[in-house]
């Protein structure tokens, strides 16, 4: 399953079994969300929790706010 990036807002977040993070696809980005070290594989509900805490760290404002320019 693939995940939207918070840092680079395209579809390119998957989870790294071995690494246990969540990371960037894109070379550009290659943004990384460490998820602790769970023993099983996170449920995609605690995976799209922790873009959106990470989202909001990094743009102090929520996913659905709008973007003023």
């Known amino acids: 399953m ?3 990036c918070p840092k ?3 579809y390119g ?3 790294d ?3 246990k993070v969540l990371t960037c ?3 550009t980005c290659r943004h990384v969300i460490r998820m602790g070290s769970p023993r099983k594989t996170p449920s ?3 995976i799209s929790a922790a873009i959106v805490e990470d989202f909001q760290a990094i743009h102090k404002r929520g ?3 709008p973007v003023c320019i």
């Open 8 to 10: 680079c807002q395209r």
């Open 44 to 46: 995609p509900e605690r």
């Open 17 to 19: 079994a071995r690494a």
């Open 13 to 15: 977040m998957e989870w």
């Open 63 to 65: 996913l659905d706010e």
């Open 2 to 4: 693939v995940y939207r």
């Open 25 to 27: 696809y894109y070379n």
